[in-house]
């Protein structure tokens, strides 16, 4: 097939690093490429994409900003629809050029941002929305009180929702959610895991057993949705059960948010604990692989994540995990088989399963070997392949 994804992520504020969204779209468009599909990967221009194979057309796309008289009123009065407007009109443009050129079966966007808003009936490709979590969802979860330009976004993403063919999610959770906003019956959304490439990492012995120091590794912005306020209250009493354990906090601090997250964690610490605090801010995803490897525990505290690549990567490297219970994580984490799980936003229920993981040596390596079972078993590349061609193929009887 003729297949098109839109990484409608911008690049990051240090340029350095990338979020969920492109790291499932990477991933697809690679695992797709690789048997035998023709694909074409496209993202904002100035958006650094990662390494793909060879056969993957990678093209760019900027916002046509619109300067017709309706939007230059809008602009007067403060409302500022054209940047992401114009973006999804770029993407409908480039789509149709492909299509003219190549050939196009299907155009896979995800609901975030609206991207695929542009789109019409009468254009000659199927168009399939993958949820990731739309902005809806993550300024509820963030507590973030929407604009009107904000609002406008939200429009944006119905539009995008209602008006493909088909849709796929990555988690029951989310096709919950779907159902919720967008009005459609989450019985026609397709749940396809993520694909996952076991990199079979040779994991050196872990140092767990030596006197020097024992590292919890969480990777992620530090913003509510992704647990912050818990890890303000939870943090001292984590660095409590252990002297030998650190903390490393990896991902952007400065997330527009009006709670400086970083600066509450600082000052709830005592002088010897802050020692163990490092905040290294945003990383490559191959800095972030070795931080993988040279951590002990994986924590993950979100409130509501709809499938977080992270904790995938952090199984591959051989990390156990520390997760909350919240909806979608706990769709990937079992308790007991291939990770220990707490109360979501709650203090007591971490630490005592963070003693727990510290103090048990069998049973770290007991969750280490249930999260290479369960990568192998659950999101094997080549299996959810197939299934997503199936549903563009759904998708082009469809349209």
């Not at 429009?155 to 959610?177: G, I, K, L």
Request: charged share 25%.
């Amino acid at each position: 097939m003729k297949i098109a994804f839109i990484n409608p992520e911008y690049p990051s504020p240090t340029g350095r690093d990338h979020g969920g969204i492109a790291s499932y779209t990477f991933t697809t468009a690679s695992v797709l490429a690789k048997a035998g599909h023709e694909v074409t990967l496209i993202s904002r221009e100035g958006f650094v994409v990662e390494s793909m194979p060879e056969n993957v057309r990678i093209l760019y796309f900027t916002s046509k900003s619109g300067n017709n008289i309706a939007w230059k009123i809008l602009r007067k009065f403060g409302v500022k629809p054209d940047w992401e407007k114009g973006s999804a009109f770029a993407v409908a443009e480039l789509c149709r050029s492909i299509y003219h050129e190549h050939g196009l079966d299907v155009v896979e966007v995800p609901e975030f941002g609206g991207l695929g808003s542009a789109f019409v009936p009468s254009d000659p490709f199927a168009v399939v929305v993958h949820f990731h979590t739309p902005l809806c969802l993550v300024d509820e979860l963030n507590s973030h009180h929407p604009d009107v330009n904000r609002k406008r976004l939200y429009q944006m993403e119905s539009h995008s929702v209602r008006s493909a063919a088909t849709w796929r999610s990555p988690s029951n959770a989310m096709r919950d959610q779907a159902e919720k906003l967008f009005g459609i019956d989450k019985e026609g959304i397709a749940r396809i895991r993520y694909p996952f490439a076991r990199h079979d990492i040779k994991i050196a012995k872990r140092r767990f057993a030596a006197d020097d120091r024992i590292d919890f590794l969480f990777a992620g912005r530090l913003e509510k949705r992704k647990g912050a306020a818990l890890l303000v209250s939870a943090i001292p009493r984590l660095l409590e059960i252990d002297k030998r354990i650190n903390i490393t906090i990896a991902g952007e601090t400065r997330t527009g948010e009006p709670q400086d997250w970083r600066a509450a964690i600082e000052r709830v610490l005592t002088k010897d604990q802050r020692m163990r605090i490092w905040f290294v801010g945003a990383l490559t995803r191959d800095q972030l692989k070795l931080l993988y490897r040279q951590s002990d525990i994986f924590l993950m505290t979100s409130i509501f994540d709809n499938a977080p690549n992270t904790l995938l990567e952090a199984m591959d490297a051989g990390l156990p995990i520390l997760a909350s219970d919240a909806a979608g994580v706990n769709e990937l984490v079992s308790d007991g088989v291939n990770g220990l799980v707490f109360k979501s936003g709650d203090t007591d229920s971490l630490v005592s399963s963070a003693r727990r993981i510290v103090t048990e040596t069998g049973l770290r390596e007991k969750l280490v070997e249930g999260g290479f079972r369960w990568l192998e078993r659950e999101h094997d590349p080549d299996h959810l392949s197939d299934a997503a061609i199936d549903l563009y193929k759904k998708a082009v009887i469809l349209k």
